[in-house]
Protein backbone atom coordinates (compact mmCIF):
# COMPACT_ATOMS: atom_id res chain seq x y z
CA UNK A 1 0.00 0.00 0.00
CA UNK A 2 1.43 3.47 -1.22
CA UNK A 3 1.95 6.31 1.39
CA UNK A 4 4.22 9.26 1.49
CA UNK A 5 5.60 9.81 4.98
CA UNK A 6 6.95 12.98 4.27
CA UNK A 7 3.27 14.17 3.51
CA UNK A 8 1.51 12.56 5.71
CA UNK A 9 4.41 13.85 8.97
CA UNK A 10 2.36 17.35 8.97
CA UNK A 11 -0.82 15.86 8.69
CA UNK A 12 -0.22 13.54 11.73
CA UNK A 13 1.46 16.23 13.46
CA UNK A 14 -1.68 18.21 13.47
CA UNK A 15 -4.10 15.82 14.40
CA UNK A 16 -1.77 15.04 17.93
CA UNK A 17 -2.09 18.91 18.46
CA UNK A 18 -5.64 18.89 18.30
CA UNK A 19 -6.14 15.41 20.66
CA UNK A 20 -3.84 17.40 23.24
CA UNK A 21 -5.64 20.65 23.19
CA UNK A 22 -8.69 18.07 24.17
CA UNK A 23 -6.72 16.70 26.91
CA UNK A 24 -5.17 20.07 28.44
CA UNK A 25 -9.36 20.99 28.65
CA UNK A 26 -9.89 17.71 30.46
CA UNK A 27 -6.76 17.93 32.45
CA UNK A 28 -7.53 21.83 33.97
CA UNK A 29 -10.98 20.73 35.48
CA UNK A 30 -11.77 18.19 38.29
CA UNK A 31 -11.98 14.95 36.09
CA UNK A 32 -12.79 11.30 37.33
CA UNK A 33 -10.48 8.33 37.13
CA UNK A 34 -11.78 5.14 36.02
CA UNK A 35 -10.09 1.39 35.98
CA UNK A 36 -10.25 -0.71 33.01
CA UNK A 37 -10.14 -4.30 33.06
CA UNK A 38 -6.13 -4.65 33.15
CA UNK A 39 -6.36 -2.38 36.16
CA UNK A 40 -4.86 0.79 34.24
CA UNK A 41 -6.37 4.04 35.09
CA UNK A 42 -8.35 5.83 32.14
CA UNK A 43 -10.18 9.29 32.20
CA UNK A 44 -12.18 11.32 29.67
CA UNK A 45 -9.00 12.80 28.68
CA UNK A 46 -8.05 9.24 27.03
CA UNK A 47 -10.98 8.85 25.45
CA UNK A 48 -11.76 12.67 23.78
CA UNK A 49 -8.39 12.05 22.03
CA UNK A 50 -9.03 8.78 21.17
CA UNK A 51 -11.93 10.32 19.07
CA UNK A 52 -10.32 12.81 17.94
CA UNK A 53 -7.55 10.53 16.49
CA UNK A 54 -9.70 7.98 14.89
CA UNK A 55 -11.81 10.83 13.28
CA UNK A 56 -8.14 12.49 12.09
CA UNK A 57 -6.59 9.26 10.85
CA UNK A 58 -9.74 8.07 8.91
CA UNK A 59 -10.07 11.07 7.07
CA UNK A 60 -6.45 11.41 6.24
CA UNK A 61 -5.92 7.32 5.07
CA UNK A 62 -9.21 5.97 4.98
CA UNK A 63 -7.29 2.17 3.74
CA UNK A 64 -5.09 2.02 6.75
CA UNK A 65 -6.77 0.47 9.33
CA UNK A 66 -6.06 2.31 13.38
CA UNK A 67 -5.41 0.29 16.08
CA UNK A 68 -5.56 2.57 19.39
CA UNK A 69 -5.61 1.37 23.04
CA UNK A 70 -8.79 2.84 23.87
CA UNK A 71 -10.29 0.89 20.48
CA UNK A 72 -12.22 -1.99 21.62
CA UNK A 73 -10.44 -5.33 21.28
CA UNK A 74 -9.88 -6.27 17.55
CA UNK A 75 -9.04 -10.38 17.29
CA UNK A 76 -5.68 -11.83 15.58
CA UNK A 77 -7.05 -12.99 12.64
CA UNK A 78 -8.41 -10.12 12.00
CA UNK A 79 -5.45 -7.74 12.24
CA UNK A 80 -3.39 -10.90 10.59
CA UNK A 81 -3.70 -9.48 6.83
CA UNK A 82 -3.25 -5.98 7.91
CA UNK A 83 0.70 -4.66 6.04
CA UNK A 84 -0.11 -0.87 7.08
CA UNK A 85 -1.96 0.31 9.84
CA UNK A 86 -1.89 3.22 12.67
CA UNK A 87 -0.78 2.16 16.20
CA UNK A 88 -1.78 4.90 18.40
CA UNK A 89 -2.06 5.53 22.59
CA UNK A 90 -4.34 8.55 22.35
CA UNK A 91 -2.56 9.11 26.21
CA UNK A 92 0.67 7.65 27.40
CA UNK A 93 1.05 8.17 30.66
CA UNK A 94 -1.96 8.49 32.37
CA UNK A 95 -1.10 7.74 35.70
CA UNK A 96 1.17 11.18 34.94
CA UNK A 97 -2.00 12.70 34.12
CA UNK A 98 -3.50 11.66 37.22
CA UNK A 99 -0.67 13.04 39.34
CA UNK A 100 -0.73 16.08 36.95
CA UNK A 101 3.07 16.26 36.34
CA UNK A 102 2.98 16.97 32.70
CA UNK A 103 5.01 13.96 31.36
CA UNK A 104 2.50 12.48 29.60
CA UNK A 105 2.17 12.49 25.63
CA UNK A 106 0.00 11.33 22.71
CA UNK A 107 1.90 8.87 20.52
CA UNK A 108 0.66 8.32 16.91
CA UNK A 109 2.26 5.57 14.87
CA UNK A 110 2.18 4.28 11.22
CA UNK A 111 3.19 0.50 11.13
CA UNK A 112 3.92 -1.10 7.23
CA UNK A 113 5.17 -4.71 7.44
CA UNK A 114 5.49 -5.00 11.30
CA UNK A 115 7.79 -1.67 11.47
CA UNK A 116 7.32 1.57 12.26
CA UNK A 117 7.70 3.80 9.45
CA UNK A 118 6.19 7.19 10.82
CA UNK A 119 6.25 8.16 14.43
CA UNK A 120 5.21 11.24 16.28
CA UNK A 121 4.61 11.99 20.22
CA UNK A 122 3.76 15.10 21.39
CA UNK A 123 3.59 16.68 24.75
CA UNK A 124 0.32 18.35 25.56
CA UNK A 125 2.32 20.50 28.53
CA UNK A 126 5.37 22.14 26.83
CA UNK A 127 4.01 21.87 23.11
CA UNK A 128 7.42 19.72 22.13
CA UNK A 129 6.70 17.58 19.16
CA UNK A 130 9.23 14.55 18.47
CA UNK A 131 8.77 13.02 14.91
CA UNK A 132 10.10 10.49 12.76
CA UNK A 133 9.34 8.83 9.30
CA UNK A 134 11.74 6.18 7.17
CA UNK A 135 14.15 8.00 5.31
CA UNK A 136 13.11 11.43 6.81
CA UNK A 137 15.46 11.31 9.87
CA UNK A 138 14.47 12.87 13.47
CA UNK A 139 13.40 16.26 14.85
CA UNK A 140 12.32 17.70 17.96
CA UNK A 141 9.49 20.60 17.34
CA UNK A 142 9.63 23.29 20.50
CA UNK A 143 6.75 25.33 21.50
CA UNK A 144 8.99 28.22 20.22
CA UNK A 145 8.85 26.68 16.95
CA UNK A 146 12.98 25.60 16.79
CA UNK A 147 13.27 22.83 15.00
CA UNK A 148 16.90 20.00 16.12
CA UNK A 149 17.41 17.04 14.42
CA UNK A 150 17.79 14.18 16.85
CA UNK A 151 20.92 12.45 17.38
CA UNK A 152 21.89 10.13 19.94
CA UNK A 153 25.15 9.76 21.61
CA UNK A 154 27.99 7.39 21.91
CA UNK A 155 28.31 5.35 25.36
CA UNK A 156 29.91 7.20 27.52
CA UNK A 157 33.06 5.65 28.60
CA UNK A 158 32.88 6.27 32.45
CA UNK A 159 29.03 6.89 33.79
CA UNK A 160 26.13 5.67 32.38
CA UNK A 161 22.96 7.63 32.38
CA UNK A 162 19.97 5.62 32.24
CA UNK A 163 16.06 7.00 31.92
CA UNK A 164 13.98 4.87 34.28
CA UNK A 165 10.32 4.88 35.12
CA UNK A 166 8.65 6.84 37.13
CA UNK A 167 5.95 5.12 37.57
CA UNK A 168 6.92 1.43 37.50
CA UNK A 169 10.63 0.84 38.56
CA UNK A 170 10.72 -2.86 39.77
CA UNK A 171 13.38 -5.10 40.88
CA UNK A 172 14.72 -5.67 37.61
CA UNK A 173 15.50 -2.62 37.13
CA UNK A 174 17.36 -2.51 40.26
CA UNK A 175 19.31 -5.93 39.16
CA UNK A 176 20.08 -4.34 36.10
CA UNK A 177 21.35 -1.33 37.42
CA UNK A 178 24.02 -3.61 39.59
CA UNK A 179 25.38 -5.04 36.19
CA UNK A 180 26.17 -1.42 34.95
CA UNK A 181 28.78 0.08 37.02
CA UNK A 182 28.58 3.98 37.63
CA UNK A 183 25.22 5.24 36.55
CA UNK A 184 22.97 8.31 37.14
CA UNK A 185 19.51 7.61 36.28
CA UNK A 186 16.90 10.56 35.19
CA UNK A 187 12.96 9.30 36.27
CA UNK A 188 10.18 10.12 33.84
CA UNK A 189 7.10 9.07 32.44
CA UNK A 190 5.20 7.64 29.45
CA UNK A 191 7.34 7.55 26.00
CA UNK A 192 9.82 10.67 26.99
CA UNK A 193 11.83 8.36 28.34
CA UNK A 194 12.80 7.14 24.63
CA UNK A 195 12.98 10.69 23.54
CA UNK A 196 15.39 11.26 26.05
CA UNK A 197 17.61 8.51 23.99
CA UNK A 198 16.90 9.76 20.57
CA UNK A 199 18.04 13.53 21.74
CA UNK A 200 21.27 11.95 23.08
CA UNK A 201 20.38 12.89 26.64
CA UNK A 202 20.85 9.66 28.14
CA UNK A 203 22.40 6.24 26.78
CA UNK A 204 19.87 3.89 27.51
CA UNK A 205 16.14 3.14 29.02
CA UNK A 206 15.63 -0.37 30.13
CA UNK A 207 12.03 -1.02 30.32
CA UNK A 208 11.92 -4.79 32.16
CA UNK A 209 8.20 -4.58 32.86
CA UNK A 210 5.04 -4.83 30.83
CA UNK A 211 4.42 -2.80 28.18
CA UNK A 212 2.02 -2.61 25.10
CA UNK A 213 3.04 -2.06 21.19
CA UNK A 214 0.91 1.33 21.16
CA UNK A 215 3.59 2.12 23.68
CA UNK A 216 6.60 1.96 21.81
CA UNK A 217 5.78 2.08 18.19
CA UNK A 218 6.31 6.28 17.72
CA UNK A 219 9.47 6.10 19.87
CA UNK A 220 10.70 3.09 18.08
CA UNK A 221 10.51 5.25 15.04
CA UNK A 222 12.26 8.19 16.36
CA UNK A 223 15.17 6.26 18.15
CA UNK A 224 15.62 4.71 15.08
CA UNK A 225 16.09 7.62 13.13
CA UNK A 226 17.87 9.29 15.27
CA UNK A 227 20.82 6.80 15.51
CA UNK A 228 19.84 4.27 18.16
CA UNK A 229 17.63 0.79 18.60
CA UNK A 230 14.53 -0.16 20.41
CA UNK A 231 15.78 -3.71 21.25
CA UNK A 232 14.21 -6.98 22.60
CA UNK A 233 15.97 -8.92 25.42
CA UNK A 234 17.53 -10.99 22.34
CA UNK A 235 18.78 -7.90 20.89
CA UNK A 236 16.35 -7.99 17.63
CA UNK A 237 14.15 -4.65 16.96
CA UNK A 238 10.62 -4.88 17.95
CA UNK A 239 8.30 -5.83 15.59
CA UNK A 240 4.64 -5.42 15.86
CA UNK A 241 1.06 -7.16 15.24
CA UNK A 242 2.82 -10.60 14.55
CA UNK A 243 0.73 -11.86 17.35
CA UNK A 244 -2.59 -12.50 19.05
CA UNK A 245 -1.13 -10.54 22.50
CA UNK A 246 -0.67 -6.67 21.93
CA UNK A 247 1.44 -7.00 25.03
CA UNK A 248 5.45 -6.24 24.55
CA UNK A 249 8.61 -8.40 25.49
CA UNK A 250 10.96 -6.44 27.45
CA UNK A 251 13.03 -4.31 25.87
CA UNK A 252 16.02 -1.66 25.89
CA UNK A 253 15.98 1.38 24.27
CA UNK A 254 19.66 2.49 23.57
CA UNK A 255 21.44 5.35 21.81
CA UNK A 256 25.21 3.38 20.95
CA UNK A 257 24.29 0.48 18.90
CA UNK A 258 28.01 -0.03 18.94
CA UNK A 259 28.49 -0.79 22.63
CA UNK A 260 28.24 -4.37 23.85
CA UNK A 261 24.78 -3.50 26.08
CA UNK A 262 24.11 -7.60 26.13
CA UNK A 263 26.68 -8.16 28.40
CA UNK A 264 24.46 -6.17 31.29
CA UNK A 265 21.40 -8.08 30.44
Known sequence: MNYDVNNLVKHVIAIAVEASEKIMAVYSTEFTVATKEDDTPVTKADMLAHDVIMHGLRQLCPAFPVLSEESGKIPYHERANWETYWLVDPLDGTREFVNRNGEFTVNIALINQHKPVLGVIYTPVTHTCYY???NLGAFKLSADKTLTTLKTRK???????????RSHRGASLEEFLEKIGEYNILSLGSSLKSCLVAEGEVDIYPRLGPTSEWDTAAAQCIVEQAGGLLLDLTMQPMRYNTKDSLLNPHFIVIGDPTYDWAQHL
Open 132 to 134: AGK
Open 155 to 165: KSKDKTIVAGS
